[in-house]
């Protein structure tokens, strides 16, 4: 099973940004289908950010034009890129993926699930 590792967050201002990035095992991870998922407290996890092993992007309405993904294959790394970041951005961030890119839009990616990074907007 591919496991990710994902990089630390940090306390951040509103209107500031942060890139997190996360790293893959395994040696196919250029296939997998890659997304950024958050947790609020009390709240679901959500998926925030999607990107198709061909490099399409989708986003959840919530950070359109905020939030960028982007992938590096030669480093089975994937990014987040997050720009004029809100209070309402404050979250546990997680990636994970699948070879099956519905089983990634639907929050049921087959990999395991690392321990995430806490992003926090707060002045």
């Known amino acids: 099973q591919v496991q990710f590792v994902e990089s630390v967050g940090g306390l951040v201002q509103p209107g500031g940004s942060l890139r997190l990035s996360c790293v893959a095992s395994?040696?196919?991870?250029?296939?997998?289908?890659m997304g950024w998922y958050r947790q609020a407290p009390a709240k679901q996890r959500e998926l925030v950010a999607v990107?198709?092993?061909?490099?399409?992007?989708r986003y959840a309405d919530s950070v359109k034009g905020r939030l960028t993904i982007s992938r590096d294959n030669a480093k089975n790394t994937v990014y987040l890129r997050m720009n004029s970041l809100k209070p309402e951005d404050t979250a546990v961030y997680y990636c994970?993926?699948?070879?099956?890119?519905?089983?990634?839009?639907?929050?049921?990616?087959?990999?395991?699930w690392g321990q995430g990074t806490q992003v926090t907007v707060s002045s």
């Open positions: 395994g040696s196919i991870f250029s296939i997998y289908a």
């Open positions: 994970n993926g699948d070879r099956l890119y519905d089983r990634v839009v639907s929050n049921k990616p087959g990999g395991s």
């Open positions: 990107i198709a092993s061909g490099g399409s992007t």
